[in-house]
């Protein structure tokens, strides 16, 4: 988490500067500013995403984050005649994931399954619509400042992890890795998030604009689903057979995906 914040304050200190950087350029014409009903713009956004676990007091952990990317059309709907405030969404392919660690099992050649801890490695596509409200400020300069704040609604796509078993059973074994292997079992179909957003835009010609944001997005619900689980164990930590002689599982597995997200985009 520490590189996390480093990571974020970093970002925050590079758009600042940027910004107070281009608040001063050589003297140009004042170009008259542009009242649109509505803005359309691309944008591209490198990302941090990582998890956040709740339940079963400390079962399962975060591990790490990823480095992800999004991109996609958004949509500014201007409130009434003023061009200080916008209903703001778009449509955006959203790449998030991040590391798991918790107790699991696995089968030997002999059919014998062991306990082992398991560290997995999530990558989960999703089609995401933010849903916004855009404030922005009067011209300072050549510059407008912004915020959006709103919520997220995301559409689970494609989901795919690696993972590693190390046998706890017996330490000298050699650990299991998988690649690649499917998780649209494992995870939900939609994932929910509250935004927090701010930046800077700049006008370069007509309706054309150029800006900056960073991004908070905080996770609101479980992205896995009523299929991924813990192993049942007994009071000394034994994996529990059931019938079929498969350990038992229980406890579900919970957690939702935060990002911190860099934007660069043109409006049209």
Same mark, same amino acid.
């Given at each position: 988490m520490k590189k996390i914040g480093l990571f974020i304050l970093a970002s925050f200190c590079s758009v600042l500067a940027f910004s107070q950087a281009t608040t001063t350029p050589a003297p140009m014409p004042?170009?008259?500013?542009?009242?649109?009903?509505?803005? +359309?713009?691309?944008? /591209? %956004?490198? +990302?941090?995403?990582? /998890? %956040?676990?709740?339940?079963?007091?400390?079962a399962v952990q975060p591990d790490g984050t990823r480095f992800n990317i999004a991109f996609g059309l958004n949509t500014d709907f201007r409130i009434a005649q003023n061009s200080n405030y916008y209903f703001s969404t778009g449509l955006f392919l959203l790449n998030t994931g991040g590391t798991l660690r918790h107790d699991y099992f696995a089968e030997n050649d002999n059919g014998e399954y062991f306990k082992t801890e398991r560290t997995s490695d999530f990558r989960i596509n999703y089609v995401n619509i933010p849903v916004t409200m855009m404030l922005r400020t009067n011209e300072i300069g050549y510059i407008r400042y912004f915020g959006r704040v709103g919520f997220d609604a995301a559409f689970n796509t494609k989901s795919t992890f690696d993972y590693t078993d190390v046998n706890l059973d017996n330490p000298t074994a050699a650990d299991l890795t998988v690649e690649d292997e499917d998780a649209s079992d494992l995870t939900s179909l939609v994932r929910f998030g509250l935004r927090i957003e701010a930046g800077f835009e700049m006008q370069i010609g007509g309706t054309t604009n150029l800006y900056f944001t960073a991004a908070y997005n905080s996770g609101l619900n479980n992205v896995f689903s009523d299929d991924y689980k813990l192993p049942k164990t007994n009071s000394i930590g034994e994996l529990i057979p059931g019938d079929n002689g498969e350990p038992q599982t229980e406890?579900?597995?919970?957690?939702?995906?935060?990002?911190?997200?860099?934007?660069?985009?043109?409006?049209?």
């Open positions: 004042q170009t008259a500013p542009v009242n649109q009903q509505v803005r +359309l713009g691309l944008s /591209f %956004s490198p +990302l941090l995403s990582w /998890f %956040s676990t709740s339940g079963d007091a400390g406890r579900r597995v919970k957690a939702s995906t935060n990002l911190f997200m860099i934007t660069a985009g043109v409006y049209f």
